[in-house]
């Protein structure tokens, strides 16, 4: 299927500048519709690397002393349109959202969040924080943008292939959960 679709997209003329735009709409057509969609809760999902090392989150990883994941998905007639996954640590959180149109991933949108301090210290401000947002626009499992905290798009020749790979493997891993 996606080999058809990667096709009549090449022969009809798609350029990148199309596909974001499409990937644009659907992400749209998407958030407009979660009300509509069939909700599912997963709490304190264990896909952390020490307890669970045949299956776990590579995103989980970078989250300094992670407490608990969260996952939310979104399927409509039963396909998947969203999954938002909330990682919260003792002083950096993480949202990554990813989005789906026939069971394929098209777009992945991460908001990190890094605290001064630990939030469980006296001195903890929620406001004392730093935000950063990276997006990262898919055409079947290839890459094709990545916007980064800077609204920089980041040259996809120089991103390492794991990187990509463990957005994909994450992406599954998600998606899998019961």
Do not use: H
């Amino acid at each position: 299927m996606k080999l058809i679709l990667i096709s009549i997209l090449l022969f009809t003329g798609f350029s990148n500048t199309d596909l974001i735009e499409q990937i644009r709409n659907e992400y749209n057509l998407i958030n407009k519709s979660l009300d509509s969609y069939t909700k599912v809760e997963n709490n304190d999902i264990n896909v952390y690397k020490d307890l669970n090392p045949d299956n776990y989150s590579y995103e989980s990883e970078d989250i300094y002393r992670l407490a608990m994941i969260n996952l939310i998905r979104y399927y409509d007639n039963g396909e998947i349109k969203k999954a938002v996954v909330n990682f919260n640590g003792d002083r950096q959180d993480l949202i990554s959202e990813y989005y789906y149109k026939n069971n394929s991933l098209f777009f992945v949108f991460k908001t990190q969040i890094d605290y001064k301090n630990p939030k469980w210290s006296d001195d903890f401000n929620g406001a004392d924080k730093k935000v950063l947002e990276n997006r990262f626009y898919f055409n079947g499992e290839k890459l094709i943008k990545w916007i980064d905290s800077g609204s920089n798009m980041t040259d996809l020749k120089t991103v390492d292939k794991i990187i990509i790979e463990n957005i994909i493997s994450d992406s599954e891993l998600y998606k899998s959960i019961k």
